[in-house]
């Protein structure tokens, strides 16, 4: 009998799907596995793959046993395929197959979208390490150092995950997909990742942050929306993840939050309220609090790029196929086939931003959009709360969906944040005021000093409130003296 | 009946809204709203399916209370309220509705407690304590994990190590806090018999770290109806359970806190803690700890063996034996006399806390080498420790 619960060590592949019984994929696996060793080890610095690093581990699949926290070697991580628990007797929850028993298998008339899915959802987990990868080396603190490898980690295990169904469910083209994951590289001229955001450089740790708050989020949106496909082994796969990519979230709310409070404290200590005195503030050793909008605004704009075309046929087909369903599509109260609803979109339309009302079913991508926003609303809400309470009259906000946009419609024009329609002339004159210019580049990273010792952290950065897994302040994350 | 309840709560400052818990719940026990996400009191049953899916800690959050909170008032909460008096009124009839059977466990305390010499108050840095969770008229069934004994056979002294399991039951106690055993059965007057307390030996988070099992250090008497219940007890076996009690001898949080730990026989159980809980927490810096600990014979001294294991640097060890075939008669305030250096130094640091806990037959001596050590460094030993009490920093519990 199968335990599709703990996680099986029986072979070199933790898993809770059996491959101990599946002889063909466990041969596939195996064959991948080198290569992803490979591409670990050139990846991350060889003194942290060393380092022995408080991690979180999955030994189950159950709330009980899916956060065991113990020191690893990043390279003896157990990496491994973890799908949520099947439910017994679950229905297509949406589109044109609703309430029919949800597919185990992969049915053909759906087969290449459904890899596309895949690939594209799989191609972000290793784009996003590879950006990430000389971080380590600036970490503010070894509290921070061992998020920054939580994340990577857990990412390194959704490319697994994403590998394993590409494996299973496709065949010799699965195979080649596989590969091609671990050729592609982030920010490389002849095979970059899929995705612009993940060709980005990530040269900061407020990069770091802000890209864990607003990317990663659009990784939760897409991992929530799939795993409510008809697709029962992709709905597990994502559901699981989910559970994982909280802990991005976590790592990049607590991460602005902290630069923020730090900023604020330092210009309370100091006697400065005026957030527009940059130089002062930054001779502070602080971020100021402009320079943070500049980031969130680039980093904003970047993720929103990632939901696609606002009207799209491709989304509405894999829609009304019950391939990618929306965000919490459980919870919505609607007949889950929009056959006739309408939806409201943002467009262009003579020359001024107006909203539209389209088929629903062609503005998927626009709403998973929108419910990005605002769940993203929220952390910027309790981001100011922080300003708030320093008294320092400063908010910082989302900047408008027309700014700074390189895919879909606002991608023809320019905007500013507030979202008026500008000319070239007035986009350049105002660029460096709106998106962090090489001179506020060049201050951050005169910021990126290393603090290693337990319990201290950078300047520009302030101490988290608890500790990971209810440790105190001096509480070593990473043995970084030992190795 | 409204008796407090221990409510499950989400602190608004530490959450980042994630939903995570939300969509694990079994129950449907959480929800949100635009501004937070709170637990149903009503719904909640403590199987604590959230607590390790949660990214960031928020959702370990816990308050004893009379009257739960809504799901409204939470939802309007910026930050989460202050534990009220509900669970630090540890003396009889603080609350309208305790159990009768309660007073004497206060009772009991309060006369453990005696010998500090005056109100005694929790380290200023220690975490906000449980108390009174469970009582005679609603015991916690806990489940033996294993009973092993701590002496040696021919030593003349049984002494057990003995774990229970809550069976993922809320129990949240903290190290240096009592539980109280009922042994079934009733007494001469047809009444049950009520609790006897023990210190618990293990640290918050569990004999085993996660798993909030909790161990027992429980020494036979003859004529001990409780005792000889306990030190029987098999693996399997049901124990009904009250407590957690105890709101001043405990643990300070604070890392740079130094521990001087004083004990004979079974008052080493609240030292184990301590330093286990220590030992999980600091890592490999220095622990802080001194210990004096004194038996008969190392055969009759519990947990002799793994104390030997643990570093010098985290617990700075003195064993002390008073009838060793070959060597004279030494107690724990003889060795206190010895390395006078050592307790001097530590009593002039504002950063030690005192903990004494054994037989009441120690306090004279202890005290007396107190006071013979402080008049050494020019200090009079009575306001010495009524100024380190009035700080939450010295500790005595004696039976």
Known sequence: ?483 | MDSPLKQHLIDPEICIRCYTCEMTCPLGAIEHDDNNVVVDAGKCNFCMDCIPVCPTGSIDEWRVVATPYSLEEQFRWEELPEQGEVTVSETAGAAPSGKAADDPIAALLAEAHRGAGGKARAPASASKPTVNLYNLGNPIEAVVQGNYRLTAEGSGVDVRHIILDFQGKPFPVLEGQSIGIIAPGADANGKPHLPRLYSVSSPRDGERPGYHNVSLTIKRDDHGLCSNYACDLQKGDKVKVTGPFGATFLLPNDPDARLLMVCTGTGSAPMRAFTMARQRTVGKKSGGMVMFFGARTPDSLPYFGPLNKVASSLLQKHLVFSRMPSQGKEYVQDRMRTEEDVVAEMLQDSNTHIYICGVKAMEDGVERAFTNIAESIGHQWRNLRDGMRDEGRYHVETY
């Open chain 1, 1 to 483: 009998m199968v335990d599709l619960i703990n996680v099986s060590y029986d072979t070199q592949i933790p898993n809770n799907v059996g491959l101990s019984q599946d002889r063909r994929v466990l041969k596939a696996l195996e064959k991948w596995h080198p290569g992803y060793l490979n591409w670990w080890g050139k990846l991350i610095p060889q003194n942290f793959q060393d380092n022995m690093v408080y991690l979180r581990t999955a030994v189950s699949v159950d709330p009980k046993g899916w956060a065991k926290f113990g020191y690893v070697k990043m390279p003896d991580y157990r990496w491994g395929v973890l799908l949520a628990p099947q439910v017994e007797d679950r229905r297509i929850p949406f589109g044109e197959h609703a309430g029919q028993p949800a597919w185990q298998e992969v049915p053909g008339e759906y087969r290449n979208m459904l890899k596309r899915l895949i690939v594209i959802q799989g191609d972000t987990e290793p784009g996003s390490v590879e950006q990430q990868r000389f971080l380590g080396l600036t970490a503010p603190s070894l509290y921070d150092m061992r998020n920054l490898f939580q994340v990577n980690v857990e990412e390194g295990r959704h490319l697994w995950a994403m590998v394993y169904l590409l494996h299973k469910y496709f065949g010799k083209d699965g195979r080649e997909e596989a590969d091609d994951l671990l050729r592609r590289q982030s920010g490389s001229q002849e095979a970059p990742r899929m995705l612009g955001a993940f060709n980005e450089e990530t040269p900061d740790w407020l990069s770091f942050f802000m890209f864990t708050y607003f990317t990663d989020r659009d990784g939760k949106m897409q991992l929530e929306s799939l795993a409510q496909s008809g697709f029962d082994p992709l709905s597990r796969t994502c559901r699981f993840m989910l559970t994982e990519e909280a802990h991005h979230m976590f790592v990049g709310e607590t991460g602005v939050g902290r630069v923020v409070q730090r900023t604020c404290d330092a210009m309370a200590a100091a006697g400065l309220s005026d957030p527009s005195e940059i130089g002062k503030v930054r001779d502070l050793g602080v971020i100021d609090l402009p320079t943070i909008q500049k980031k969130l605004n680039l980093h904003y704009s970047l993720s929103l790029d990632l939901f696609g075309q606002e009207v799209s046929t491709n989304a509405a087909n894999a829609f009304n196929a019950g391939i990618k369903g929306r965000y919490m599509e459980n919870r919505i109260d609607d007949d889950h086939r929009l056959t006739h609803a309408t939806y409201k979109v943002r467009n262009i339309v003579g020359g001024q931003i107006a909203e539209e009302e389209v088929p629903a079913l062609t503005a998927i991508n626009m709403r998973l959009r929108d419910d990005y926003i605002r769940d993203a609303a929220g952390g910027v809400g309790r981001w100011n709360k922080i300003i708030e309470k320093s008294g320092i009259p400063f908010q910082l906000e989302l900047p408008h969906e027309a700014f700074h946009r390189q895919i879909g419609v606002f991608s023809a024009i320019k905007a500013s944040p507030a979202g008026d329609i500008l000319s070239e002339a007035q986009w350049s004159a105002n660029r460096d005021a709106w998106l962090p210019s090489k001179a506020d580049g060049d201050y951050i990273q005169s910021l990126m000093v290393p603090c290693y010792e337990p319990g201290q952290y950078a300047s520009w950065i302030a101490p988290p409130k608890v500790g990971i897994d209810g440790k105190p302040g001096e509480f070593e994350y990473v043995q970084i003296h030992h190795a």
